[in-house]
């Protein structure tokens, strides 16, 4: 027995660990198989969607701001003027725009903002006393959301501070939730929440 050799203990060697071997149909031989071999599936993330109301089937849009209630009080004075500075330079310039906006809401839509320009024009250039017509929508304003004053205070204010006026009565009609460049009918829908939407296709489908 050679010295160098030594006495097998008992006990079994553990195997080199081997990759795994996959065999070739034409030599027969087992080729190592890659670690790269199979492909890993990975989940593919949904195309994101706006969210849907279930019961009809349309995309849900959150409702449009509430008017606040100011008890039949003013919102704004007279004098501010510069809470809305693009429409304290319109009615400077240009009133009869700032007050036909005004009169179509008051008459509710029955007549239309142009029939109301003409006449505020016609009146300033005819007469000069255009403060009297735009005092009567004053007066029907107040009645309508129980505003204070009386129509003489108005016929004053109206004579000796038009455009300031007109300037209060577009705010106070904004500040209650009128749309003043779209009118008494665009207003009325905006006001019942009635909005028209495509309806919502679900995600996977495709035209």
């Not at 809401?105 to 024009?121: F, N, Q």
């Not at 000796?160 to 300037?167: D, G, K, P, T, W």
Request: net charge negative.
């Amino acid at each position: 027995m050679s010295e160098h050799s030594q006495p097998s203990s008992g006990q079994p060697t553990p195997a080199s660990a081997s990759p795994p071997r996959s065999y070739s149909h034409s030599s027969g031989q087992p080729t190592p198989a890659s670690p790269c071999s199979q492909s890993s599936v990975q989940p593919t993330p949904a195309s994101a969607s706006p969210p849907c109301n279930q019961s009809s089937g349309q995309p849900t849009s959150p409702p449009p701001p509430q008017p606040k209630n100011y008890d039949g009080q003013w919102s704004t004075g007279v004098c501010d003027c510069m809470d809305n500075v693009t429409n304290c330079c319109i009615t400077l310039w240009c009133p009869c725009i700032t007050f036909e906006q005004i009169a179509e809401i008051v008459d509710e839509g029955t007549t239309s903002c142009e029939v109301h320009a003409v006449l505020y024009t016609l009146v300033l250039l005819v007469t000069g006393c255009q403060c009297i017509y735009s005092c009567i929508y004053r007066s029907k304003m107040r009645k309508q959301y129980m505003l204070p004053g009386d129509p003489f205070c108005d016929c004053l204010l109206h004579l000796f501070c038009e455009s300031c006026v007109l300037c209060q009565e577009y705010r106070e009609l904004k500040n209650r939730g009128f749309d003043m460049w779209h009118g008494w009918h665009e207003s009325m829908v905006r006001k019942n929440n009635v909005v028209l939407t495509p309806p919502c296709a679900p995600a996977g489908m495709k035209r």
